[in-house]
């Protein structure tokens, strides 16, 4: 019965520690726009942000991608100056967003983001490496609140 008992505490003790850890973070910008976006990064990796704008996505105190939001109206204009400057490495869309993901002479490497149904856009820049600035988006997570 002892051993029931201390077995029990124990995993007891495991479900509160584990309760504790975060597997993500979220900030909610209002943005100049009048939109209220809410933005979560998974933070299982050691990735971070700060609510700060511009935001900086970083890991182990190193500034990997920064972004802001601008105006949704000139999201065709980033991705016209894309085509024409960069290079376009991938677009793609979910239910809440879409985006166009270039690079800039190979040592810049930018996501140009439409919100869906709203008024505002992004844009978030990494000057490291593709790889990681694929790996920073990919832990992003951006909802409109209505």
């Given at each position: 019965?002892?051993?029931?008992?201390?077995?029990?505490?124990?995993?007891?003790?495991?479900?509160?520690?584990?309760?504790?850890?975060?597997?993500?973070?979220?900030?909610?910008?209002?943005?100049?726009?009048?939109?209220?976006?809410?933005?979560?990064?998974?933070?299982?990796?050691?990735?971070?942000?700060?609510?700060n704008?511009?935001?900086?996505?970083?890991?182990?105190?190193?500034?990997?991608?920064q972004?802001?939001?601008?105006?949704?109206?000139y999201?065709?204009?980033?991705?016209?100056?894309?085509?024409?400057?960069?290079?376009?490495?991938?677009?793609?869309?979910?239910?809440?967003?879409?985006?166009?993901?270039?690079?800039?002479?190979?040592?810049?490497?930018?996501?140009?983001?439409?919100?869906?149904?709203?008024?505002?856009?992004m844009l978030?820049?990494?000057?490291?490496?593709?790889?990681?600035?694929?790996?920073?988006?990919?832990?992003?997570?951006?909802?409109l609140?209505?």
């Amino acid at each position: 019965m002892k051993k029931i008992h201390k077995y029990l505490i124990l995993v007891s003790i495991m479900m509160l520690m584990l309760t504790g850890c975060k597997k993500s973070m979220s900030y909610t910008y209002k943005v100049e726009t009048g939109d209220e976006v809410k933005i979560t990064l998974n933070t299982t990796d050691g990735y971070k942000f700060d609510s700060n704008l511009p935001f900086t996505i970083s890991k182990d105190g190193t500034e990997l991608s920064q972004g802001t939001f601008i105006q949704g109206s000139y999201y065709e204009e980033y991705v016209s100056v894309a085509n024409e400057q960069g290079t376009i490495l991938d677009e793609g869309s979910n239910d809440n967003i879409e985006y166009v993901f270039y690079s800039y002479e190979d040592a810049e490497y930018n996501y140009i983001i439409k919100i869906k149904d709203s008024n505002t856009a992004m844009l978030i820049g990494n000057p490291n490496s593709r790889e990681e600035a694929e790996k920073c988006f990919g832990l992003l997570s951006i909802e409109l609140k209505k």
